[in-house]
T-cell receptor, first 112, second 114 residues
Framework: AQKVTQAQTEISVVEKEDVTLDCVYE???????LFWYKQPPSGELVFLIR??????QNEISGRYSWNFQKSTSSFNFTITASQVVDSAVYFC?????????FGKGTMLLVSP | EAQVTQNPRYLITVTGKKLTVTCSQN?????MSWYRQDPGLGLRQIYY???????DKGDVPEGYKVSRKEKRNFPLILESPSPNQTSLYFC?????????????FGQGTRLTVV
């Protein structure tokens, strides 16, 4: 069975601080995909990134970066110089062949 | 515009009154699924469908039914809703199975059962 653990339930930071959201996963599959989604206060789910199990290169997109470490089964997400608009719930997810398993989410509160 | 459309967005109903939440996608995706989101529990999968006429249970299927008679539609049916089904529901679609591309989500349906 697949499992995704986001141990941080809620994180509060002040604007311009860097923040890292942790994601640890469990799977027996050798091929799998990891995702991050953002859920702003308006409620929709916004796709942020996809990473396959064979690609351990870190990725950077503007203020966002992702660190995938297969050895520790982790796929952490860092926001640099956080902004109020980053306030949201962030979900890490793991795909198997036919199911997508989500973590419980981390609520990020960025105050001015 | 590529999208997943759910209706209604908000629904308040009474215990035992059958209801259907519709979901439609215009991207010709093979895979569709339903999730419910509850505080502290994240998103949990209710049912999924890998193709027309093929559906299977997710993690929390009790009290729900689905059908996939056409590729674009995947309605969620609550035959006899109960208060513990009060939740935020999301429909999602993905291009193919295995799930190696991102899922597209509908806007969500907030259901309250009283």
């Amino acid at each position: 069975a697949q499992k995704v653990t986001q141990a941080q339930t809620e994180i509060s930071v002040v604007e311009k601080e860097d923040v890292t959201l942790d994601c640890v996963y469990e799977t027996r599959d050798t091929t799998y995909y990891l995702f991050w989604y953002k859920q702003p206060p308006s409620g929709e789910l916004v796709f942020l990134i996809r990473r396959n199990s064979f690609d351990e290169q870190n990725e950077i997109s503007g203020r966002y970066s992702w660190n995938f470490q297969k050895s520790t089964s982790s796929f952490n997400f860092t926001i640099t110089a956080s902004q109020v608009v980053d306030s949201a719930v962030y979900f890490c997810a793991l795909s198997g062949y036919s199911t997508l398993t989500f973590g419980k989410g981390t609520m990020l509160l960025v105050s001015p | 515009e590529a999208q997943v459309t759910q209706n209604p967005r908000y629904l308040i109903t009474v215990t035992g009154k059958k209801l259907t939440v519709t979901c439609s996608q215009n991207m010709n995706h093979e895979y569709m699924s339903w999730y419910r989101q509850d505080p502290g529990l994240g998103l949990r999968q209710i049912y999924y469908s890998m193709n027309v006429e093929v559906t299977d249970k997710g993690d929390v299927p009790e009290g729900y039914k689905v059908s996939r008679k056409e590729k674009r539609n995947f309605p969620l049916i609550l035959e006899s809703p109960s208060p513990n089904q009060t939740s935020l529901y999301f429909c999602a679609s993905s291009l193919v199975v295995p799930l190696n591309t991102e899922a597209f989500f509908g806007q969500g349906t907030r259901l309250t059962v009283v």
